[in-house]
């Protein structure tokens, strides 16, 4: 049978475990997460780095540069400044972007670009090199997508082309403009 010097130090352990899981259920109820998780507070800074992806041949594929980033623990967001990003794919023209400031996603896969952004695409055989500028641009590097909602200037050697939103797809060179589209073209040199 049981007696009570073995039931006490039983029940007070029952006792103080549920004691326990009472005081954490408040604590999560009236307070939330830690009070430095409620902030958007970042938790590390890091100055003038670079961070390269590579392919499966070892080649770099992107490489990403900013001034200053700032990791946020509470979104768990990426702020960048002066980011510079160059992507070089097998089989593509080479492009850069630049802007003045942006936002990297937690996987890392899509990248958001704000105020002066600017993407030169390299010359490709008979292509002239292309420059693109605007103010928003958002990147989804897996896909091979670039695209933005805003006013969008487009500028290759002997034209021009304006609107609003766009989509360009890097893998096929197809470029997309939505609205409010205008062209500009040279005429061409009789030989």
Do not use: C
Not at 87 to 105: L, M, N
């Amino acid at each position: 049978m049981w007696s009570t010097t073995r039931l006490f130090p039983l029940l007070l352990m029952l006792s103080l475990g549920l004691l326990t899981l009472w005081l954490d259920h408040q604590v999560r109820v009236e307070g939330g997460d830690h009070p430095s998780l409620r902030r958007h507070d970042p938790d590390y800074l890091v100055t003038n780095f670079t961070t390269t992806t590579y392919n499966r041949d070892g080649s770099a594929e992107t490489v990403l540069a900013a001034v200053q980033m700032q990791h946020y623990p509470d979104d768990d967001s990426t702020d960048v400044t002066a980011p510079r990003l160059v992507q070089s794919k097998p089989e593509q023209p080479r492009f850069t972007v630049q802007a003045e400031r942006g936002k990297i996603s937690r996987e890392g896969d899509e990248i958001f670009l704000y105020d002066h952004v600017v993407l030169v695409r390299d010359a490709v055989g008979d292509e002239p090199p292309a420059r693109m500028t605007t103010s928003f641009l958002h990147i989804l590097r897996d896909r091979g997508l670039v695209r933005t909602d805003r006013e969008v200037l487009f500028e290759q050697a002997g034209r021009a082309l304006t609107g609003r939103g766009m989509e360009y797809h890097t893998d096929t060179r197809e470029l997309f403009l939505h609205s409010d589209v205008r062209a500009r073209f040279d005429p061409k040199k009789a030989p």
